[in-house]
């Protein structure tokens, strides 16, 4: 199969592009860089610079390359941001999307992964959060993902086109052969962002809030393994084949505190890392999980890294031997 990746040069597109080599498909990354990095691209794997908002730039790709799938992850991706600036967001990752889906459309493609976000569920009734939950964006962020969800509703009906959409929150750790990696500038995400203190590239950790109704008091998240959600992302693709649409929540089952990241990162790198804790940011909810079980019992998906320690230990591999990203001189 010949496979287009959009935003295979991002943290979870290069993890997903390398698998997809590794498994002999043929791979086209469209990838406009603003946030990923040619670096992180498998060399086998075929690099094209372009922005999906740059429609003929879009459409003279599909006139070179006919693929059989696509697997869209380019997309603006902070929630924070998105609520500062909200149209990079409802407007540039919607218009974005739409014309992706138009070329693709045209040319017949009948599979199409979404890459897409468990913050469809600002409000869910239980946790953890089921793949049939009501979806209630909680940012505009969310919002937009929701807008593609929708868009590949009509793209099914009109065209024929299945679907996937993939809903997760925390995607964690590094590849183990330790080649690739998170890089983000600046970087928002926990876990390397203790793993810089632990480098001494920050002073502390600041802990949003110490007061949440958990054990210890701190915000509980569902952490998961960038390469179990590459593997995810293969095995949706390949259960297209049937023609048959789907949504997933993907997840581990089992939450971690802030706390217990923070500790369990003291204890691999070895260091103290210091942190100090602050109020609350706004719409932060105490407890995030999701239920994977239907993805689990329909595709046979089982995280292989589903431990934090092993997440934090290929993270923290990535960064003792990258301390730049993809920056560090070799």
């Given at each position: 199969?010949?496979?287009?990746?959009?935003?295979?040069?991002?943290?979870?597109?290069?993890?997903?592009?390398?698998?997809?080599?590794?498994?002999?498909?043929?791979?086209?990354?469209?990838?406009?860089?603003?946030t990923?990095?040619?670096?992180?691209?498998?060399?086998?794997?075929?690099?094209?610079?372009?922005?999906?908002?740059?429609?003929p730039?879009?459409?003279?790709?599909?006139?070179?390359?006919k693929?059989?799938?696509?697997?869209?992850?380019?997309?603006?991706?902070?929630?924070?941001?998105?609520?500062?600036?909200?149209?990079?967001?409802?407007?540039?990752?919607?218009?974005?999307?739409?014309?992706?889906?138009?070329?693709?459309?045209?040319?017949?493609?009948?599979?199409?992964?979404?890459?897409?976000?468990?913050?469809?569920?600002?409000?869910?009734?239980?946790?953890?959060?089921?793949?049939?939950?009501?979806?209630?964006?909680?940012?505009?962020?969310?919002?937009?993902?929701?807008?593609?969800?929708?868009?590949?509703?009509?793209?099914?009906?009109?065209?024929?086109?299945?679907?996937?959409?993939?809903?997760?929150?925390?995607?964690?750790?590094?590849?183990?052969?330790?080649?690739i990696?998170?890089?983000?500038?600046?970087?928002?995400?926990?876990?390397?962002?203790?793993?810089?203190?632990?480098?001494?590239q920050?002073?502390?950790?600041?802990?949003?809030?110490?007061?949440?109704?958990?054990?210890?008091?701190?915000?509980?998240?569902?952490?998961?393994?960038?390469?179990?959600?590459?593997?995810?992302?293969?095995l949706?693709?390949?259960?297209?084949?049937?023609?048959?649409?789907?949504?997933?929540?993907?997840?581990?089952?089992?939450?971690?505190?802030?706390?217990?990241?923070?500790?369990?990162?003291?204890?691999?790198?070895?260091?103290?890392?210091?942190?100090?804790?602050?109020?609350?940011?706004?719409?932060?909810?105490a407890?995030?999980?999701?239920?994977?079980?239907?993805?689990?019992?329909?595709?046979?998906?089982?995280?292989?890294?589903?431990?934090?320690?092993?997440?934090?230990?290929?993270?923290?591999?990535?960064?003792?031997?990258?301390?730049?990203?993809?920056?560090?001189k070799?």
């Amino acid at each position: 199969m010949k496979v287009l990746v959009t935003g295979g040069a991002g943290y979870i597109g290069s993890h997903v592009t390398d698998l997809l080599v590794e498994r002999g498909y043929e791979v086209v990354v469209f990838d406009n860089l603003y946030t990923g990095h040619v670096e992180a691209v498998h060399p086998k794997a075929t690099f094209i610079k372009g922005d999906l908002l740059d429609k003929p730039a879009v459409d003279a790709m599909f006139a070179q390359h006919k693929f059989d799938g696509i697997l869209h992850f380019a997309s603006h991706t902070l929630v924070g941001e998105s609520m500062e600036k909200p149209w990079l967001y409802l407007r540039d990752n919607a218009v974005a999307g739409s014309n992706l889906l138009e070329a693709a459309a045209a040319q017949g493609v009948k599979r199409f992964i979404l890459s897409s976000t468990a913050n469809l569920f600002d409000d869910p009734a239980k946790i953890p959060i089921v793949a049939e939950e009501r979806i209630v964006p909680g940012s505009p962020y969310g919002e937009s993902k929701y807008f593609i969800e929708r868009y590949l509703h009509w793209m099914e009906r009109i065209y024929g086109m299945a679907y996937c959409c993939l809903r997760y929150f925390n995607a964690s750790g590094a590849h183990p052969n330790g080649h690739i990696g998170e890089d983000h500038t600046p970087e928002y995400h926990l876990i390397p962002i203790i793993l810089q203190v632990a480098l001494g590239q920050r002073e502390k950790l600041t802990i949003f809030g110490e007061d949440y109704p958990t054990l210890d008091g701190t915000c509980i998240r569902d952490y998961i393994h960038v390469i179990d959600l590459a593997e995810a992302h293969i095995l949706a693709l390949e259960a297209l084949a049937d023609g048959k649409s789907r949504k997933y929540n993907l997840g581990n089952g089992k939450g971690y505190s802030i706390l217990e990241v923070l500790n369990a990162a003291r204890d691999i790198t070895g260091q103290t890392i210091p942190a100090t804790a602050t109020s609350r940011r706004a719409g932060d909810p105490a407890t995030l999980i999701a239920d994977s079980t239907r993805i689990r019992e329909e595709l046979g998906w089982q995280p292989e890294f589903g431990d934090l320690r092993q997440i934090i230990q290929t993270a923290w591999n990535w960064h003792q031997s990258h301390p730049q990203g993809y920056a560090t001189k070799k």
